[in-house]
Each structure stands twice: as structure tokens, then as C-alpha cells.
């Protein structure tokens, strides 16, 4: 396993807030993964169809309550190492989406806004990455493998937005 953290770009310093893969919660990340493709229809990912959201935050409860509250959202919190926790929100059996804490000592972290993050399908990211360079994007995090899953990269699109790519192992 690669360590994602290792070299760290100023585009990805300044995107800081993009962590869900590090090397300290890769592993937990991965079997998090596993479990959602498991319960979700990942085999059948489509080509620019975006397969999965996460809200970033520095108040998981009051998140979880107010989705709560006004969605009807269920959660099942999963392990993601220094006493963390990955908390998949449910519809039912359906995995909807994730909501995750920010790091609170983490500078980079200090005028982040609570947000979603959005991961995209593509049908080969390294194909897609190329376009994306050529049409103006930046890459936060070059793209990695996570086992079970497949590939993402992490993008800056001209305008700014930043966005997950992923080609999934059975795309």
C-alpha cells in the first residue's frame, strides 16, 4: 500500500479537506468501502454517475440529528482508526451516503466549511485524468488504488470544485 500522504502538492494542501484516504485510515477506509459496495449496487456503476457522497464536519452528532430529523436518515457508525468514525447513513438497508469529522488540530482544516464531497464514475480514470489536465483541471491527489474498490483520483476543476473519480474493480 502506498502511502497517499507522502508528497502532498500546494493544490493539495490547499484541499486539504480531501482526506477519506490516508495512510492511517486507508485500511478502515477500504473495508468501509467493501462493506458499501456489498450493500449497494456497485456492480452496476455507470460511466459519469456520481456513486456516492460525504459530508465533512466539525459537528457529526448535530449532522446526524438533523438528518435525522428531517430525512429520516439511520446511521451505522464503522472504525476509521485514531478514534475515529466513519458513520454510513441508511435508508433502510440502502447505504445513502457518509458523514465524517474533520480534523480538529489540522490548520489546514481552519477555514474549511462544512461540505459534501462527491465521487464520480469514470470508466478509466487515468484516461480521464489526462482529458481533465488538458481541459484545465488540477490534480489534488493522484490517483490510488484502493483493493475491492478501484481506482480514485482527486480533482480541481477549472473553476475550482473538487470532485472524486473513480473507476470501480467491476466497471
Do not use: C
Not at 438528518?67 to 446511521?75: A, L, N, P, R, S
Amino acid at each position: 500500500t502506498q502511502d497517499i500522504n507522502a508528497a502532498r502538492s500546494d493544490n493539495d494542501r490547499k484541499w486539504g479537506s480531501i482526506r477519506m484516504f490516508t495512510s492511517e485510515s486507508l485500511e478502515p477506509a477500504t473495508s468501509r468501502k467493501t462493506r458499501i459496495s456489498q450493500e449497494s449496487e456497485y456492480k452496476d456503476m455507470k460511466h459519469g454517475v456520481f456513486v456516492w457522497n460525504e459530508y465533512m464536519t466539525r459537528d457529526v452528532e448535530g449532522t446526524k440529528d438533523f438528518y435525522q430529523k428531517t430525512i429520516g436518515w439511520e446511521f451505522e457508525g464503522m472504525p476509521m482508526g485514531e478514534d475515529a468514525t466513519y458513520w454510513i447513513a441508511k435508508v433502510g438497508a440502502e447505504s445513502v451516503a457518509g458523514i465524517m469529522a474533520m480534523p480538529k488540530d489540522d490548520p489546514k482544516f481552519e477555514h474549511v466549511p462544512d461540505h459534501w464531497f462527491a465521487y464520480l464514475e469514470v470508466d478509466d480514470v487515468h484516461k480521464r485524468i489526462a482529458a481533465a489536465k488538458q481541459a484545465g483541471a488540477t490534480l489534488v491527489k493522484e490517483p490510488f488504488e484502493v483493493p475491492g474498490i478501484g481506482t480514485i483520483a482527486i480533482l480541481a476543476q477549472p473553476g475550482g470544485g473538487v470532485v472524486g473519480w473513480m473507476t470501480s474493480v467491476s466497471s
